[in-house]
């Protein structure tokens, strides 16, 4: 009976001096994980409360950088836990990196996006509520991801854009600056004082309240069409009042030419009848003047 029970006692010594070392390593790792878990989890909040503090970091920044301080954290600490397993980290490590190969040859064009969406978020052309124009589309910047970007158009349209697509193309970012320059083209007859009607538009422009007095606003004579002559006025807002601006800019200078008596000319064309033989055609004036043959009136007529 002795001998019974002195063999169970050796079998249990060398179950627990083979067991105890396995089961301290996997008391190790599990500290390890339970500590990386917190550790993680704390440096991601506080990043991303310390980046939102920063002027020049906006929110989608933000929130990339701390969790990818996060996901650096957790490979680490399983990396570290496998360790204290006993587990061979090294051939894991080429394993997992011949994995990623194959999968970056896989998602060519996701890795794509996801470079250009990286990209997006250092160099900052454009944030959130931003008015953009990129890749043939117009509108405010909702949500930068790190694949798609999300525009919300004047039209009332949500369109997901691949990240890509936004940096393969200008994008013209409309909430840059601080101030915005409105354009507005009209044209007058030819019969008019140019300069008369250019200091009309002056007067108009700074008149007007929401028109910045520096930059000053100016009028060219940029074309002498066929109808009548283009004059552009040019006029600086500050950036939140250009819509407003843009929208009546047209109706108060056509409502102060009519005004003033100026005229806005249309395209017409008057025809002369001319004597056998004479065949001319002139231009001028804003009206094109065609002198035709006797004979080509009555061809015609026939």
Known sequence: MSLILQNALERLSLLWATFLPIFWHVVAAAAVLIVGLWFAYQANKRLN??????????????????????????????????????????????????????????????????????????????????????????????EISLFTTTLQTFNGERIVVPNSSLTGSNIFNYNKLPVRRVRAVVSVGYGEDVRRVRDILLDLAEGHPLVLEDPAPDVWVVALADSGVDLSLRVWVRRDDFVPVLREILLLVKERLDAEGVEIPFPQRVIHRAAEGDSASVSGGGVTVAKIREDDLEGGEE
């Open 49 to 142: 409360r310390y980046l939102r503090q920063l002027p020049h970091v906006d929110e989608t920044s933000a929130i990339f950088l701390s969790r990818a301080l996060y996901a650096l954290i957790l490979v680490v600490t399983v990396l570290i836990a496998l360790t204290q397993l006993g587990v061979e980290t090294t051939s894991l490590i080429a394993l997992l990196g011949g994995a990623a190969l194959a999968v970056a040859l896989a998602l060519q064009s996701t890795l794509g996006n996801l470079a250009a969406g990286l990209q997006l978020l250092i160099l900052r052309p454009l944030a959130k509520d931003s008015v953009v124009e990129a890749a043939g589309i117009t509108g405010t910047v909702d």
